[in-house]
């Protein structure tokens, strides 16, 4: 009776072990998979900021060279201006100075 009482405890004591050591392993699991999960969005998140660096650098290269093609189209209109200036200059002043005086 001593032995089965005894082999009963000891039962009992294992099965608590066991069921701690299982709890033990399922806080651990738990915890692996936050982590695991915060590693991952991390590296999304490092990915992500690559991405964006290197869309944002091709965006500038693009933006240089439309700035470029607008500069050159004005610069076009400006020498086109100063030569119409240029060439219209003296008989403007002549035209305005004519309707001053005969006014």
């Known amino acids: 009776m001593k032995d089965m009482i005894e082999?009963?405890?000891?039962?009992?004591?294992?099965?608590?072990?066991?069921i701690e050591h299982a709890k033990q392993l399922k806080i651990q699991?738990?915890?692996?998979?936050?982590?695991?999960k915060e590693q991952k969005?991390?590296?999304y998140l490092e990915k992500a900021r690559a991405?964006?660096?290197?869309?944002e650098q091709e965006e500038r290269v693009k933006a240089d060279a439309?700035?470029?093609e607008i500069e050159e189209e004005?610069?076009?209109?400006?020498?086109?201006?100063?030569?119409?200036?240029?060439?219209?200059y003296e008989p403007w002043v002549k035209?305005?100075?004519?309707?001053?005086?005969?006014g």
Do not use: C
């Open 66 to 68: 439309k700035l470029e």
């Open 95 to 102: 035209a305005l100075v004519k309707r001053v005086i005969e």
């Open 74 to 88: 004005y610069k076009k209109i400006e020498g086109g201006i100063d030569e119409i200036y240029k060439k219209n």
């Open 41 to 43: 969005r991390r590296e």
């Open 29 to 36: 699991s738990a915890q692996k998979l936050i982590d695991m």
């Open 51 to 55: 991405n964006i660096k290197v869309i």
């Open 7 to 18: 082999e009963i405890i000891s039962t009992d004591k294992k099965s608590r072990e066991s």
